[in-house]
């Protein structure tokens, strides 16, 4: 079944950097484009990130741009996020998620991981 | 940018009642390209509609969505224990980012 995982949080000092990474199985990971969303304590939803099925296209959340990098493997079926800079605002579960189709096109997010957590704290 | 707004910010009902939930777009959000997820302490969104009104795979019947433009509504027909949560609209029409809007709460009266 289509899965993905994130590892790479933890606790990190401000101004440091942390990267994330999503193992992707069950579908053609090549084929999709990919997101990532993050959930802060006692906030919202927060889109962050896509990038293309081929890793050529990529967005950025205004909050993010500049600091974060989105980046994809496809021959290890793994999408990333290299967080620099780190801010006490950057703390939040962060969640790898999955476009519904394989398509130049960016739609929603129907298949979500269950998330890492990152906290900046000195 | 489209910037969307949610109402009522928290939404206290029963089991068994029916439960509206209001999205709105600063602009109008093209092709209907309007989701609405659910998400519970402790776990992943789940996505519910997509296209404004399409219900995701297994989401069962009591959820719909209608509306189009700037005025978007999730209808929870009869309220199950397992439906207190919190929900979010996100709109995917033009380029990313594609943003979220900031969530309603339906608690237990």
Same mark, same amino acid.
């Given at each position: 079944?289509?899965?993905?995982?994130?590892?790479?949080?933890?606790?990190?000092?401000?101004?440091?950097?942390?990267?994330?990474?999503?193992?992707?199985?069950?579908?053609?990971?090549?084929?999709?484009?990919?997101?990532?969303?993050?959930?802060?304590?006692?906030?919202?939803?927060?889109?962050?990130?896509?990038?293309?099925?081929?890793?050529?296209?990529? =967005? !950025?959340?205004?909050? #993010?741009? @500049?600091?974060? $990098?989105?980046?994809?493997?496809? %021959?290890?079926?793994?999408?990333?996020?290299?967080?620099?800079?780190?801010?006490?605002?950057?703390?939040?579960?962060?969640?790898?998620?999955?476009?519904?189709?394989?398509?130049?096109? =960016? !739609?929603?997010?129907? #298949?979500? @991981?269950?998330? $890492?957590?990152?906290?900046?704290? %000195? | 940018?489209?910037?969307?707004?949610?109402?009522?910010?928290?939404?206290?009902?029963?089991?068994?009642?029916?439960?509206?939930?209001?999205?709105?777009?600063?602009?109008?959000?093209?092709?209907?390209?309007?989701?609405?997820?659910?998400?519970?302490?402790?776990?992943?969104?789940?996505?519910?509609?997509?296209?404004?009104?399409?219900?995701?795979?297994?989401?069962?019947?009591?959820?719909?969505?209608?509306?189009?433009?700037?005025?978007?509504?999730?209808?929870?027909?009869?309220?199950?224990?397992?439906?207190?949560?919190?929900?979010?609209?996100?709109?995917?029409?033009?380029?990313?980012?594609?943003?979220?809007?900031?969530?309603?709460?339906?608690?237990?009266?």
């Amino acid at each position: 079944q289509v899965q993905l995982v994130e590892s790479g949080g933890g606790v990190v000092q401000p101004g440091r950097a942390l990267r994330l990474s999503c193992a992707a199985s069950g579908f053609t990971f090549s084929r999709y484009p990919m997101f990532w969303a993050r959930l802060a304590p006692g906030k919202g939803l927060e889109w962050v990130s896509v990038i293309s099925y081929d890793g050529i296209s990529k =967005y !950025y959340a205004e909050s #993010v741009e @500049g600091r974060f $990098t989105i980046s994809r493997d496809n %021959s290890k079926n793994t999408l990333f996020l290299q967080m620099n800079s780190l801010r006490a605002e950057d703390t939040a579960v962060y969640y790898c998620a999955r476009n519904p189709i394989p398509t130049a096109y =960016y !739609y929603y997010l129907d #298949v979500w @991981g269950k998330g $890492t957590t990152v906290t900046v704290s %000195s | 940018e489209i910037v969307l707004t949610q109402s009522p910010g928290t939404l206290s009902l029963s089991p068994g009642e029916r439960a509206t939930l209001s999205c709105r777009a600063s602009q109008s959000v093209s092709g209907n390209y309007l989701a609405w997820y659910q998400q519970k302490p402790g776990q992943p969104p789940r996505l519910l509609i997509y296209g404004a009104s399409s219900r995701a795979t297994g989401i069962p019947d009591r959820f719909s969505g209608s509306g189009s433009g700037t005025d978007f509504t999730l209808t929870i027909s009869r309220l199950e224990p397992e439906d207190f949560a919190v929900y979010y609209c996100q709109q995917y029409a033009r380029s990313p980012p594609h943003t979220f809007g900031p969530g309603s709460k339906v608690d237990l009266k």
